[in-house]
């Protein structure tokens, strides 16, 4: 015969009224955390940016970079992305601009930006995004 094992947690009133707590802000700790990852990456592409257009200046195309609101994607997971707006004075649309620096043209060698930007702040990014969750929890949690 086999033995079998069993444990049982009762969870006192207070703690659940706590877990209860932490579960109703899941969303407003999820989008914090995003928010913090992706500016990081942010400031690291404007950074690249600017590096790889030094010999024009400030770009009007840099003016146009943001982070997008925080939304639920089909899945129900939480995302952001950032990107380029608009137009320049010229009706060029700025994304475009940013495309063509990134992966070149026939007529204009690539100057990538982004996905350095990216591939270099991915490990701090998530990092950071780990530390702010653990913080609010440990808020929500009182400890």
Do not use: C
Not at 80 to 86: Q, Y
């Amino acid at each position: 015969m086999i033995g079998t094992a069993r444990m049982t947690f009762k969870a006192g009133d207070e703690f659940a009224l706590k877990l209860s707590k932490l579960a109703s802000g899941a969303d407003e700790i999820a989008k914090k955390a995003i928010y913090e990852a992706a500016g990081i990456v942010a400031d690291k592409i404007t950074n690249n940016a600017y590096n790889v257009m030094s010999d024009h200046g400030p770009s009007e195309m840099m003016h146009s970079f943001g982070i997008a609101p925080i939304k639920p994607d089909e899945s129900g997971n939480l995302n952001t992305k950032l990107g380029f707006d608009g137009y320049d004075s010229k009706g060029v649309p700025n994304q475009l601009k940013a495309r063509v620096l990134e992966s070149g043209s026939s007529n204009q060698k690539k100057r990538p930006f982004v996905r350095p930007a990216v591939n270099a702040t991915k490990q701090q990014a998530l990092t950071a995004m780990g530390q702010i969750i653990d913080e609010e929890i440990k808020k929500r949690m009182g400890g």
